[in-house]
């Protein structure tokens, strides 16, 4: 009998979604039985099969229990298949700024059984999520782009100081419990008052860091740095657009997009949602890739558990990423890795390392 329970909202999304979402609540299923742990879940209404049910990708009465949640599992979106009217904001901007999540952490690294142009990378970006270029992300009302004539078109981006410290701090703490070192990265060089800001709040927080070790680089730089010698850098912070850019890279360095997990957080709940989008083409064939979604829960369990206090999650949490890391390195592995295995296959071969 379970001594302990995990809730978890699950929102299966479009294209692969439905494919990749159950087999990353089955393999943590079985990593929290292990522990006596059991998982419940309540599936809610998201993307294109709510439009069609409710009217909209997001609906309110999913904003109303996803309140009630802590942990969510949330599948790719394709925004680009619905309606015009409901194209933007995009549904993980909607639940972004509703519950203002605003680190976005994704990590990166090269693993036994995939092949990798950077066998040696092993980092984890931290990308702040809640303003910076992406104009989706920085008004109350509206998207923050305009349009003063049809010719020309103008973005607002926004930096503050607030935002700025309380992700700076994210990476911090990442680095402590990892190996001590920040690198931020900006450009202020061009973007003086807006990346400027950022860099400089990054390195007032820094002095609170003794410990950590921190370096500064422009993103330019840093794009050829991580092809370069990516095992330089531990933590890198910076602001979205720079981070979800880095980010691809990096993935792709370490062997396959498939590969990246991504946790959206906040103070109080965290959202587990892979940087990869829907896949509408493959949709349906059972052949996309599990891992970045199964590793993007993981992320979500030892969340969970550092907050909590909650050993068990963060036991899981272990247990996952080490099944992955066998099942790889035997060679179990999608067709985007080079293998044949079903997305169902993969999941189950992790559920039996578990």
């Known amino acids: 009998m379970s001594v302990g329970s995990v ?18 609540v089955a393999v943590a299923e079985r990593a929290l039985a292990a522990q006596d742990v059991a998982l419940e879940t309540t ?19 999913t904003l ?17 298949s619905y309606p015009a009217a409901l194209r933007h904001p995009a549904p993980g901007a909607v639940m972004r700024k509703q519950f203002d999540l605003y ?43 305009f349009m003063p004539t049809p010719d020309v078109a103008l973005s607002v981006g926004l930096v503050t100081r607030a935002a700025s410290e309380r992700i700076a701090v994210e990476a911090f703490e990442a680095a402590r419990r990892r190996r001590g070192h ?43 740095l991580l092809v370069r010698r990516p095992a330089d850098y531990d933590v890198i912070v910076t602001e979205n657009l720079f981070g979800d850019i880095l980010s691809d890279l990096a993935a792709e360095l370490s062997g396959s997009l498939g590969l990246a997990a991504s946790l959206n957080s906040s103070a109080d709940r965290a959202m587990a949602q892979a940087v990869h989008g829907a896949a509408p083409d ?48 035997d060679g179990v592995a999608t067709a985007d890795l080079g293998g044949s295995a079903s997305s169902a296959a993969f999941a189950d071969a992790v559920v039996a390392a578990l």
């Not at 009630?68 to 949330?74: E, Q, S």
């Not at 963060?314 to 390195?329: E, N, P, T, Y």
């Open 7 to 24: 809730r978890l909202a699950v929102l299966h999304g479009d294209g692969v979604g439905p494919e990749v979402v159950p087999a990353a």
């Open 43 to 61: 599936v809610l209404p998201f993307g294109a099969a709510a439009i069609e049910e409710h009217g909209h990708p997001v609906p309110e009465s």
């Open 64 to 80: 109303e229990q996803l309140a009630d949640f802590d942990l969510w599992l949330v599948g790719p979106h394709d925004s680009a």
């Open 103 to 145: 680190a976005n952490l994704r990590p990166a690294r090269a693993l036994a059984g995939v092949t990798a142009t950077a066998p040696d990378i092993d980092l984890l970006i931290v990308r702040e999520n809640s303003e910076g270029l992406y104009a989706d992300r920085n008004m109350a009302v509206g998207s923050g782009e």
């Open 182 to 224: 920040v690198t931020v990265v900006h450009k202020a060089n061009v973007l003086r008052l807006t990346t400027g800001l950022f860099r400089d709040v990054c390195l007032q927080v820094a002095q609170r860091y003794p410990d950590v070790t921190v370096d500064t680089e422009h993103v330019d730089a840093m794009a050829a």
């Open 282 to 329: 493959i949709a349906g064939r059972g052949s996309a890739n599990p891992v970045a979604t199964i590793a993007s829960t993981s992320m979500l369990l030892r969340w969970h558990g550092e907050r909590s206090g909650d050993e068990a999650s963060i036991r899981a949490s272990d247990a996952i990423d080490g099944a992955l890391a066998h099942v790889l390195a």
